[in-house]
Structures are given as C-alpha cells and as structure tokens.
C-alpha cells in the first residue's frame, strides 16, 4: 500500500464504523498555552471538558501535528532514529460519550489485523499500572479486554501485555486539561519477531508503538488533582508516517531484514530525490550505530532526514499562517529552519537550497492539505528570505565558533551563544567541536537553556485584579443597543476596591467592559439625582463590569442607578472596530489567506491592527489596501451580527487565536466577505465609517507588521491637513497641485546636478590646495612629514587631497585636517618605511581626535578620524613631533 492508501483506508474503515469524518484543525491552536497543534485531540478538548457541544459523537480524521517545543519536543531526536519527526500526521478516532474501551480496542486489533495485514504475533499491547505517586488506579477494564482478545488470537497474554506506569501509560496534553490511562500497541520488527515484549517502551527502533488509545476520563487542574470529566470519552492517536514506513520497509509484511524506519515511506521519495540530485549523493538509509560519531555515510544520511522532516514543518506551518519569528512558536520555526540550513551545509548544499525543496513538498502533501497548494507562492518566499537571512547569520557564527574553538574547549555558555544568536543546534555544535579534537559543556549549555526557559515562564505571568468579596454573578450586558445607551435604569451589586481605586457593579449595564482590543466605555452614573463619572470599564474573571469611579460617591446594595455613556465616543469606537474588521478582510485580499490578526487596539481616535506577514508592505500594497477598504465603505452594506453554536458556525468565519469560545458565540457579518468572531460594538452600516486613511505600516518584531490608520473625522482631519500641505507646496512651488510632484522631481534633479558640480569644485580647490603645502613638509626622526590644516575642506576634500600628496611624497607621514560646522576632521597616511619604525595611521589619527574631543582610527596605513572642537586643532597639530618621537 502507498501513504495514500494507509491515510485513506483508516478513514473509510471508521467511516464504515459511523464515524464523521473531520477535516484536519490548523498548526495554530486554539488553546493559548500550546505552541503548535501538537496532538489529534487538541482540537477536541472544548468537548471532553464539556465547555462546547460535540457535534458529532464519533469522528475520525488526519490531524496535522508539530512537535518542537514545549512539553512535546522530538526536535533534537530528527534525523539521528528513523522514528522521530517534528511533522507528522496522526490518525486518529474519537467518541465524545459515545463508546469506549471495548469498542475502540476491537476495532483497532481489526484494521491492524484484518485490513491492513499486520502479523497479529507481533504486536503487544500495554496497560496501565500506576507506580508510587502516579494517578489513579489500575486499567483493569483494558487488561480484561486485551486479555481475552490475545487468548481468542491464540496468543499468551501474559507476554503480550506490558504494564506501564504514568511515564508511558498515561496520557496528558499538557500539565493540564484532559487526560487519562492508555493502552498503546506496539509492533516487534526484529527479523525473527521473537524479542518475546522485552522491547516495548525500551526506545528500541525494533519496536515501534504505532497505535496509542487514550481512555479520557480525567481533567488534570492546577492543583495538581485529576477530576473525573462529566463523560468518557476515546480518543486514539496513530502515526501516520510509522505505519506508512514499517509498510514499505517490510515490503508489507514479507522482508524483516532491513532496519525500520519513517522515512522509508513514499512521502519522502520526493524531497529526498531533489537533495540526491543537489548534493550528487544518495540515501542509503543507514543509522548510526553512535549516534555522537556517526561514519560519513551515516552523517549524510541524517543530514537527508532532518532535511526531509523540516521542510514539510515549514511548509505545512507557514501554510497555517505560522511565519518564523523572535517569540514563541515563531522562534521555534525560525530555530527549525536554521537547523535545517546548517544540516544542508553539512551535504555542501548552496545557499537557496531549502527553498527548493518545497516543490516535492507541496506535491506530496498539496492533495491532502489544500492549504499548502493555495499559499504555495508565500511558502517559497518565506523560506527563502529565511534561508537568506540566516546564511549570512550562519557566516558570523561560524567566525565566532572558530574563534572560540581555537581557546579550547566550549563552554556551556558559548555553545548557548551560538545556539541562541546564531541558531547552531547543539548537536551540530558538538560535531563539529569534535572535529576539532574538542569537548562542549553540554550540561552548562542545558543550565543556560533553563536559565532562558525560567525567563520565558517569568515573562508569561501575569497580574490579574483581584477584588476583596464574593465574585457573585457576571454582569447582563445590555450595550449593543443604542436605546440602552442613556439612562439605563439598574440596581448596584456593590462596590469593590482594588489598588486604591473603586470600581461600581451593577446588574446590567450598557458599558462595555475592554476586551478584544476595544477598550471600554467612559459616561457617567446618576443616582439620587447626583451624577458622577465612569471613566472606565474593565471586566473580572468572573465576568463582572467593572465601572471605574471617580471621586468617592457612596453607592449601596440594591439601590437604583441610571448609566449614561458618552455616546460620541462610543459611535467613534464602534467606527473604529468596524473598520479593524475591513482591515483585516483587505490584508488577507491583498497579501494572502495567510494573515492572522496578531493584536489589536481599537479607541475613539485610531485603530492598530498587527498581523503576521514576512515582509514590509509596499505602497503599491498600501494604496491597493486602502482603495479596497474606502471601496467598501462606499456600497454602505450592513453590518448583521448572529448567534451561533460555535460548531455551526459558517467555514469562512475567522476566529481570533488564544480567544476562548464558548458553545455560542457571536458572529459579525459585513455584507457577506468579512465574517469574523466578536464580541465588540460596531457600527450598523459601513457608510458610517465615513473613510479610512491608513497612516503607517511597520514592523513591531519579525514576521509581525502592524498599520495604523484612523477613520471617521479623524480620517477627514488626516484628509484636510494633507489637502492644506499640498496646496502650500503647490502655492511655493507656483504651480497646480497637480503639476507638484513633476515640479518637485525637476527641481530635485536641478540640486543634485549642483550639488555634483560643487563637490567637482571642491575637490580641485583641495587638490589646489595640497599642491601648495609641499613647502610644510619637514623631517622628523629621519621621516618625510607634512601635517597641515586646509581651511573650508570636509571630510571628501581631505581623501581628494591625499590621494595626490600620497603619490607625490611617497614614502612619509602625513597628516592633514580640515573643519566645517563645528566639526574636524582628520586624514592620516603613513608609508611602508614610516611603519616600519612603529607609526600607526590608526593610532595616529585617534590621538589627534581625542585632543579635538572626537576619536577615530584605521588600518596601520590609512585612518580617519573626526572631533567636536575646532579651537583644539592648532594644538593637535603641533603635537605632531610629540606623538612622533
């Protein structure tokens, strides 16, 4: 069977079993406190904790997964077994309070067994016993069920079951959220099949676990407890690629012979064929018998798989919208790729190389994730700015290894140095230390790693309001309504304090609360006739409006107020965050699917939209995007807003990374082309936007942009003011506003053409000027000098100076000066002969700076120089002698 077969027979199969099959979640979670998409249940957890509906009680699917970083690393394992991958596929069924471990256990030994053919006297099962301290107790349904399925095979139970404690036998995403024991099924590819289960869970590449069934009973918290969850649920995860390879690789069951390995799969055949043909060597498919000094053959051979693995990372993440980065799971992209770029200078691969390699790569992958194939074009440009990027990074680093290598021994902190900064992986570090005769400090280098990851963990904390009382119940916002937005009649919960500040609760209110990048409303409270001021509105972890009070206004329980906001202000944001909307439809319009909202501000007065891209926007771009947005506002097409479960929700809505959705949410719909998940205010037709002018583009770190824009009147403001500028340029200039951009670029032309002619002038006038000062030369120590001042002459003029007075002295010291608003400068030359008897051009020039209040140097033969006080100079020349002696 080809990987295509293998993917598509496991769908058909639970299909078959009334499955639902699902297409695979994108690489960027939805949860925030993940990296990648690193597991088939990722995308489930909202239903095993029971906080969204499942739609569907059975599902199956191929999840696109990364594992780099994080709790779930194979990083540092790819390339040197043939069984870890950073990408990978997982196969996966599930049953949302549906069937459970007699069912999934059943259905698994028969697509094993029956469809695909596995050898049944091969494979072992493992189940669940806890170890001192581990959690609960022993899967003893699992063990009864595997029991009677390997004795009606004929098989002893007693080999083919392996206990394992929570190391290996319970299941965790992450140190918290669902959870629970596991039965995993291994295979024994040793030639005779007979390692007897001695192997299972021994990191053997001989025995493989290919199929793992989670049994989710249990929700990790904080604390440290592991709750039962409100239903059972399965969730199973194979991997794809391992099944894929131990097919190929066993000729399907009828060659045990050859090492096991992933990457004997077809999904390699391609990318491994473009480096073949780059490098002029084949695979061999070997494996390093030491890992730490692997045979050349060896060497190359692991250079092919981290090259094979990291490009499809790459592909399939960027493909998702993930760009390498600084932070985060940016970084660990940008870390990837540079990994794979130093492993391709190991092959003697040219510089562009990786970003070739992503045409196998879509190919193989492009039928399955359609995504790859649509956002082909920014994947190739990404990589190869990346590529190009790092190669010049790479050159510096190797510098500083060099220079480090030849003190000795690397330190951990140097070996950090050039993994952080420069992107050297550790294991290549080492390699090459090694083939220096040299040792790295391996556990210094895994201090200083943790050191950076308590950083991270520091940098990630963060405050929260805390409010003395019981929470009590999440305040009815009532603010999407214009009618609420004066004199909304409500009763006070309380008041609560925190940071000398205090904070009104109510019942209902029409202030929105900041959140989403809206910030919050201001207005006003009237109770007992007595107004007082809002002047802001957060929400607690409760849900809870807080009204920011100012002054000190007595209000008590129960007792009834009215709410005012300032709806200007309101209608100004609302124009705000609807434009954001536009925005954010525009960039994806004009750059690609890829763009991902990254953050956002939204107030009365502007907006701020970051959003991943690899590269600055153009103003071609710029004025596409903005031609694009005011084109919109133009049709005046609504602004609708539904409800919706949110797995009912349509395909083309976009939802906000690391938001939290509930099982309804909230959709906003204008005129049909941007539909997005949001909980802020907007306006009700887009015409009252008015217009939107975009103000700046940048860069706020790598692979994030972010635009500035303002619209409504302080769009028109914008509009006026550059309208005002244009015709005072114009009315200078003498001429249309029409007419300035071509007056401009004339008289431009006109000063650079003078400004040409009078460095010309210059020039000749210095070298006029040196041609006079042969006169000034004396000798000093037995040297030709000439150290002069030439009046009115810059920096330019001295090197046209001396290039005459080197040819006409020869051999001799000169030095010459010059000065010009506030400035010195210096030009020294010093001959062979003059080196020769230690004068330093360099050293010269800086010595005279200094005493100028400047400084300076060069070469031993030529040096400049520069200093802040012109007073100085008489003196500074006539320490010529001095410096000389």
Known sequence: MTSSDVRQSFLDFFASKGHHIVPSAPLLPSSPNLLFTNAGMNPFVPYFLGERDAPHPRVADTQKCIRAGGKHNDLDDVGYDTYHQTFFEMLGNWSFGDYFKAEAIAWAWELLTTVWGFPKDRLYASVY??????????????????????????????????????????????????CGPCSEIHIDLTPKGDSGGKLVNADSPWCIEIWNLVFMQYNATEDGKFQPLSACHVDTGMGFERVAGILATTQNFTDFTKPPSNYNADLFDGIFAAIEGLCGHAYQATLPADPRHPTETEARDICFRVLGDHIRTLCCAIADGI???????????????????????????????????TVPTIGNLGGTFSELRKNEEIIRKVIAAEEAAFDRTLDRGMSLFTSLAEKGDLSGEDAFTLYDTYGFPLDLTEILARERGLAVDTAGFETAMEQQRQRARDAQKKSVIT????????????????????????????VAESGGKRYLITESTPFYAEMGGQIGD???????????????????????????????????????????????????????????????????????????????????????????????????????????????????????????????????????FGEKYGNVVRVVDIGGWSKELCGGTHVERVGEIGQIRLLAESS???????????????????????????GQIAGSLSVKPEEAPARLDTLLAKVRDLEKELKDLKSAAARGKAADLTSQVQEINGMTVLAASLEGVDANGLREAMDGLRTQLGDAV????????????????????????????????????????????????????????????????????????
């Open 522 to 656: 201001r207005g006003e409270v009237e109770a007992d006739g007595i107004r007082t001021r809002l002047l802001d509105c957060i929400k607690d972890p409760g849900g809870r409006h807080l009204h920011l009070i100012q002054g000190d206004a007595p209000f008590e329980p129960g007792q009834e107020v009215f709410l005012s906001l300032d709806t200007d202000r309101r209608r100004d944001i609302q124009r705000h965050h609807s434009a954001t909307h536009i925005l954010n439809w525009a960039l994806r319009e004009t750059l690609g699917d890829h763009v991902r909202q990254a953050g956002s501000y939204v107030g009365p007065d502007r907006l701020r939209f970051d959003f991943n891209h690899f590269e600055a926007l153009g103003t071609d771009q710029l004025q596409e995007i903005e031609r694009l947005v005011n084109e919109q506002l133009f049709a005046d097409q609504p602004v609708n807003t539904f409800e919706t479960a949110f797995d009912d929700k349509p395909a083309d809505v976009i939802a906000v």
């Open 700 to 726: 706020i770190s790598a692979g994030v942009r972010r635009i500035e824009a303002v619209c409504g009147s302080a769009a028109r403001e914008v509009t006026a003011r550059e309208h005002a500028l244009l």
């Open 467 to 494: 409010l003395a009382g019981d929470e009590g119940e999440a305040t009815r916002f009532v603010g999407f309504d214009p009618q609420t937005w004066s004199r909304h009649a409500t009763r006070v919960c309380g």
């Open 129 to 178: 016993q806890p170890g001192e301290g581990d959690p609960a107790e022993f899967d003893q349904e699992a063990y009864d069920l595997w029991k009677a399925l390997f004795e009606k095979e004929g098989l002893d139970p007693a080999e083919r079951i392996v206990l394992g404690n929570k190391k290996d036998n319970f299941w965790m995403m992450g140190d918290t959220g669902p």
């Open 814 to 885: 000169i030095v010459l000066a010059g000065s010009g608003d506030g400035k010195v400068f210096f030009n020294v030359s010093v001959g062979d002969a003059c080196q020769a008897k230690g004068v330093h051009a360099g050293k010269l020039a800086g010595a005279l700076a200094k005493q100028c209040g400047g400084g300076g140097g060069g070469k031993a033969d030529r040096a400049q120089a520069g200093g802040k006080d012109p007073d100085q100079l008489p003196e500074a020349l006539a320490s010529i002698a001095d410096l000389l002696g």
């Open 323 to 357: 760009l390498p980065g600084n932070e985060g799971r940016n970084y660990v992209l940008r870390r990837i790729l540079r990994r794979a770029v130093m492993y391709g200078r190991r092959l003697n691969l040219k510089p562009g190389f990786f970003a070739e390699l």
